[in-house]
């Protein structure tokens, strides 16, 4: 530890501790303050609670975070940062902890002497998480001795109490989430391991790891990971781009200060066609931009144009460069650390700060200049990219005029095998792209023609992963999904914008088979929609459907089972654990439900189950879509071994 730390480890008391506004509100308004109160804000307790952990990391204090889901779904998280602090707030007349833990915005974070930069959003914290939280303990390891308190619904249970003396410091909290608050009360590893592998990336040296107490091993130990990078952003890009094939070895990987401001981007390129770049802010992942990725893409496209001219490899060629021309095939992540974000647009992820623009402008300039020097045949094959992006966006706009040339919106633009539906108030319009023209025929008897329309899609459609874009939109299927749903594809110089104005429904719904076919459909359907209509799953417009599995009849008694749970539950019930005294027909495809079944337990909207896809970590998702729909076998075996533990893979 450095004398500037010691002096700064030895100064975080109360006197650190700033309070802003008090906790009323959080439990009458809970979504206002974590997004919502389903599975996203169940997740977002933990975040809060992680965020403090990294803020004593950022500050050079801490280097080691152990996240366990309990077998109740309750959260410990553990750290060996300093410790909060636990003397009385003079003014408050309280312990400093019970003021982080009780008022809303109250920390260290606040004061610019004790975190210089600090992640979390909205800066909530440990109070809000408390406030929403039937139990929350808080064990504090300081100055030799360990101290506790307990709370309820953010309420004191007890006092701060010294239970023993101790070699270690850090702080642990553990809580239950309110079930009378949360309409979601189980906790997903798959989601938390996801933001905790980004964090290790995004903070290269600090250990993060998670522990799932539910799911013991046949060893008896529990399910867990370790998260950590040496490398940081370089392995988050190397991370990302696993499954790609690469257009050149090297990651660049720019570490520097520019006036002021902290700048880490690493990037590189692979043979697709899809640019990938991910924005962070104090680990914030800026999902809308903003002032940072603005400064990125400016250097990029300025100092590639500048080496293409140089070397006069643009001499002969006869297509205008555009921006987008020089992001086909890029992967990047960009991360800054400010101190005092300001935050803008419609989720409020976008970064407004403008100083940030010549920051990372400087320095992703001057870096990439060099590196193009000192590296002549990777910067040749980075520019032949970009000319042979060129050329095929040209071809894509041809194509993109003929997918465009008759309007949607009057009949005769329409696909032949569309049903529509006799509404045209998108709100409350939905529409199934349905597997095959089998259940196609099935769902169009069975809907209600003024709301549901139906487009039957004949087979597999195109893998985009692999395809050239004009490829892409030369594809009649996926023309038939464009022109059903009224999107457009931009102009000519923003020609990767999906114009959303419009779109006829709010509702996309994916109901393919409950089989392994039926499944490989649906990825092929999600990965379009990721590549070629992200605007559409950040809305939160596309769902998928969920038939069930079975029907279990005994007697005059039937019910429908989407799960092997359902279905066993349903034997111990009215067979007394015996399965063969149950009737189940087992349904593997849609087509063996006439059109009253698939209407009651698939597309009623009063009985139906949809499930909402949603982008909660875009990098973790393009890692995936490129491992599942990409040409390396091995780790696409590799994830659906792994994943075939934890769900249920029709065989």
């Known amino acids: 530890m450095t004398e500037k730390q010691k002096i700064a480890s030895e100064s975080y008391s109360a006197q650190n501790i700033q309070v802003l506004e008090g906790l009323e509100a959080v439990r009458k308004r809970p979504a206002m303050y974590i997004g919502d109160i389903s599975e996203k804000g169940l997740h977002h307790l933990v975040y809060e609670v992680v965020d403090n952990s990294i803020d004593e990391a950022l500050a050079g204090f801490c280097n080691d975070i152990k996240v366990t889901i309990h077998e109740d779904n309750s959260i410990s998280v553990k750290d060996n940062g300093r410790g909060i602090p636990v003397d009385i707030m003079e003014k408050e007349k309280k312990s400093a902890l019970e003021v982080v833990l009780t008022v809303l915005h109250a920390g260290g974070k606040f004061d610019k002497g004790t975190y210089k930069v600090s992640g979390g959003l909205h800066g909530v914290g440990v109070s809000c998480v408390n406030a929403l939280s039937t139990f929350l303990k808080a064990e504090v390891h300081k100055q030799g001795f360990i101290y506790t308190q307990e709370y309820s ?10 239970q023993g003396a101790t070699n270690d410091s850090g702080t642990i909290i553990s809580f239950k989430p309110d079930d009378t608050i949360f309409t979601v009360t189980e906790y997903k590893y798959d989601t938390l391991a996801s933001r905790l592998r980004e964090l290790a990336f995004l903070n290269a040296g600090v250990t993060l790891s998670l522990t799932d107490e539910r799911q013991k091993k046949e060893d008896g130990t529990y399910r867990s990971d370790v998260f950590y990078s040496e490398k940081g952003l370089e392995e988050f890009v190397r991370y990302i781009d696993a499954s790609k094939e690469a257009l050149i070895d090297d990651v660049i990987h720019i570490v520097t200060e520019k006036q002021g401001t902290p700048v880490e981007v690493a990037m590189t390129y692979n043979t697709s066609y899809n640019e990938n770049v991910y924005s962070y802010v104090n680990n914030i992942h800026t999902i809308e931009g903003g002032t940072h990725l603005t400064g990125f893409r400016r250097a990029l496209s300025r100092t590639l144009k500048k080496y293409a001219d140089d070397t006069k490899m643009l001499e002969k060629v006869k297509i205008e460069i555009s921006g987008d021309d020089f992001r086909e095939g890029l992967t990047a992540v960009v991360s800054i650390k400010v101190a005092e974000p300001q935050f803008e647009g419609q989720t409020k992820t976008k970064l407004g700060n403008n100083e940030v623009i010549g920051a990372v402008d400087q320095a992703v300039g001057e870096a990439l200049g060099h590196y193009l020097e000192e590296h002549p045949k990777e910067a040749k094959t980075i520019v032949e990219k970009v000319i042979l992006a060129a050329t095929a966006r040209a071809a894509a706009r041809k194509a993109r005029e003929m997918v465009q040339r008759k309007s949607p919106l009057t009949g005769g633009g329409l696909p032949g095998k569309l049903a529509d539906c006799s509404s045209k108030d998108a709100e409350s319009c939905e529409i199934f792209l349905v597997e095959g023209d089998s259940a196609g025929g099935t769902a169009k008897q069975g809907r209600d023609r003024m709301f549901q329309a139906i487009l039957p899609l004949r087979g597999k459609i195109l893998n985009v992963e692999k395809a050239m874009p004009h490829k ?33 429904y709010h509702k996309v719904v994916i109901m393919t088979d409950a089989d392994v076919d039926g499944s490989h459909i649906a990825t092929l359907i999600l990965t379009f929609f990721f590549r070629h209509m992200k605007a559409l799953l950040e809305k939160g417009y596309v769902y998928i459907a969920t038939p069930p599995l079975y029907l279990c009849k005994k007697g005059k008694v039937e019910e429908y089972c989407w799960d092997d749970r359902q279905r066993r539950a349903f ?3 009215y067979g007394d654990g015996d399965e063969n005294s149950i009737h189940t027909q087992r349904y593997k495809g849609l087509g063996e439900m006439n059109a009253i079944q698939l209407w009651d337990t698939t597309m009623n909207p009063d009985h139906r189950t949809l499930r909402q896809v949603t982008i909660e970590n875009a990098a973790e998702a393009d890692h995936i879509f490129s491992m599942l729909m990409g040409e390396d076998v091995a780790p696409r075996r590799e994830f659906i071994e792994e994943n075939a533990t934890y769900a249920n893979i029709d065989a």
């Open 571 to 573: 034997i111990d019930k």
């Open 472 to 504: 892409v939109l030369e594809s009649d299927e996926i023309k038939n999904i464009y022109t059903a749903l009224g999107v457009t594809i931009g102009t000519e110089e923003d020609s990767k914008e999906l114009n959303l104005e419009k779109l006829r």
């Open 153 to 162: 619904c953010g309420k004191p249970l007890t006092g701060v109490e010294k």
